[in-house]
């Protein structure tokens, strides 16, 4: 199950697009699993930068398979998002919350606050 939800606002523009985190979800599950979506040109419009191009290491075969459960079979976007990496938090967030790429501590961060005393930073493979 779905624990937190977040469209991020890095600030991943290009000169002449549209913001790349306009394709981006982050979704945070009950199992400690954080993963980071494209939402694809259908949601985002085709001028919408591709946020592969932003991330090291992220994988952009578009063969990857999602588990489809209900909510996601009923969805007409073709083709379905895919997951551009995912971190294995360990405990179950209760929030996210996001950092500008300009941001002169945390740069194109994820704040993760859990069932746990901590508030954890991921700092992302940004570019």
Not at 29 to 42: A, F, K, R, T
Not at 60 to 81: C, F, K, V, Y
């Amino acid at each position: 199950a779905v624990a937190s939800v977040l469209f991020p606002k890095f600030g991943l523009a290009s000169s002449s697009h549209i913001a790349a985190e306009d394709r981006l979800l982050v979704s945070a599950g009950n199992d400690g699993s954080i993963l980071l979506w494209d939402l694809g040109v259908e949601c985002a419009g085709d001028k919408a930068t591709d946020p592969s191009h932003f991330f090291h290491g992220c994988s952009t075969d578009r063969g990857e398979n999602i588990e489809t459960g209900e909510g996601m079979a009923t969805l007409s976007i073709t083709p379905q998002p895919k997951i551009l990496f995912g971190i294995p938090h360990g405990d179950k967030p209760n929030w996210l919350v996001s950092s500008n790429a300009a941001e002169p501590i945390f740069p194109c961060s994820l704040f993760v606050a859990d069932t746990s005393s901590d508030i954890t930073v991921y700092s992302l493979p940004n570019r």
